[in-house]
């Protein structure tokens, strides 16, 4: 099943935006020309996870560096701070965790997403 949320215009960049389709409650999260939908429940302890904030991902190559990963965008949960990347809905600290992500289409200026 295929879903309009609504206009690509009225998704902010750099924000993270809750919609309701049906019972389920999903985080469109807009970086630039990019959209990505997530579950907004947090897999560790049911928390509302878009309400969290957007970061980019950091590594540290070497004792004291540190390099924020730019291609890396997660949600931090608000409750425990968990992190999980809007791409792939992968736990950064647990790889037993995953929140569920949708596919998401582009057409006509409008974002659909795919929930089957």
């Not at 004792?63 to 949960?77: S, Y």
């Not at 809007?86 to 929140?99: F, H, N, Q, T, Y």
Request: aromatic share 6%.
């Amino acid at each position: 099943m295929t879903v309009d949320v609504g206009p690509l215009n009225e998704f902010q960049s750099g924000a993270i935006s809750i919609v309701r389709v049906g019972r389920r409650e999903i985080g469109i999260v807009r970086d630039g020309d990019d959209v990505y939908a997530v579950r907004n429940i947090c897999p560790h302890q049911t928390g509302p996870l878009c309400r969290g904030k957007l970061v980019h991902g950091i590594s540290s190559p070497a004792p004291g560096v540190m390099e924020v990963k730019d291609t890396e965008l997660l949600i931090a949960c608000p409750w425990h701070g968990w992190e999980f990347d809007v791409r792939s809905g992968a736990c950064i600290s647990d790889e037993k965790l995953r929140v569920a992500t949708y596919p998401v289409e582009l057409r006509e200026g409008h974002v659909h997403l795919q929930l089957d």
